[in-house]
């Protein structure tokens, strides 16, 4: 995407609400690896598709400021719930004043820790949507685990899948790279999710878990 689409695209959707454009400003003054935040076109695509799945449950592994939990959050109905899992324990205090500075914060269930023993509390087919978010170095450990967590006819996205076009270098690939590319590998076939990538910033793949 070029600059230029990017700003086209950025006047011709539902504007950004505030709390979310002072926290995109904040995350790019404060933290070092600002991009990572979902950002404005990515947020509105994720509110739209929390809207159409409507999940009572949802959960994401990697909060990183809150911006991509508060927007999924803004698409959930009221007293519907998500869960998010962030690692890193210094973000805390910035998550939390972001999370209270948006209406839709309170929606917001914070767990600090890495995911992978943060989702050893919860069972079989709790949630509706899971958003995959953290080390691309373990999607397919996290996929491997969610799919049990989600019920079928629920949904999983996963961000960054197409790595910013690392994933068709002929070149020797990092390990996020792998990562990534073992991922898109594992679902495009899996017998049970059915599997689109919406090559959105990043790359943003759609699983619908059929079983
Ligand atoms: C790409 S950022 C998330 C961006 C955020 N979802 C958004 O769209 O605004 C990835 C985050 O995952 C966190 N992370 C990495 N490994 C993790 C793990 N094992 N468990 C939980 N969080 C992890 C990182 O510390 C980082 O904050």
Redesign the pocket.
Known sequence: MTPELDDYINAHISPEPEELYRIDRLTNLRLVNGR???GHIQGRILKMLASMIRPKRAL??????G??ALCLAEGMQDGAIIDT????DE?EDFIRENLSSSPHGGKVRLHIG???TVMDQWGADEFDLVFI???KR?YVEYFNRVIDLVRPGGYILA??TLWDGHVVETCRHSAQTQGIMDFNDLVANHPRVETAILPLRDGLTILRKIK
């Open positions: 990572m935040c979902s994401e592994l990697g909060t990183f400021s911006y991509s899992i962030e690692v890193d973000l890495d995911a992978m978010d953290a080390d373990r961000d960054n």
